[in-house]
């Protein structure tokens, strides 16, 4: 079994910054692409960043050079830097990982940006 554990949330004034953290443990032989989305009250579930075990990225339009995903393919890790953070921003953020070609979702975090 594998798990998703996420971190990082919080309450931030706009135009902050914040960093999520997903760690995958458990049975892991490979890691496919590992990505955030996030769901904010009333919207269905969208694609915010991913990157895939050769380092291919992408971004949801609404983030390009605000985010930045990343990982540490040495702790099973991925990271999404949030820079100039807005309120439309505000959501849960949810851990997504493809591993040994099976789809795992973390607990999600909330984010909420507010002043």
């Known amino acids: 079994q594998v798990q998703l554990v996420e971190s990082g949330g919080g309450l931030v004034q706009p135009g902050g910054s914040l960093r999520l953290s997903c760690a995958a443990s458990g049975s892991i032989f490979t890691i496919q692409a590992m990505g955030w989305y996030r769901q904010a009250p009333g919207k269905q579930r969208e694609l915010v960043a991913r990157i895939t075990s050769g380092g291919s990225t992408n971004y949801a339009d609404s983030v390009k050079g605000r985010f930045t995903i990343s990982r540490d393919n040495a702790k099973s890790t991925v990271y999404l830097h949030m820079n100039s953070l807005k309120p439309e921003d505000t959501a849960v953020y949810y851990c997504?990982?493809?591993?040994?070609?099976?789809?795992?979702w973390g607990q999600g975090t909330q984010v909420t940006v507010s002043s």
């Open positions: 997504n990982a493809l591993i040994n070609w099976n789809d795992y």
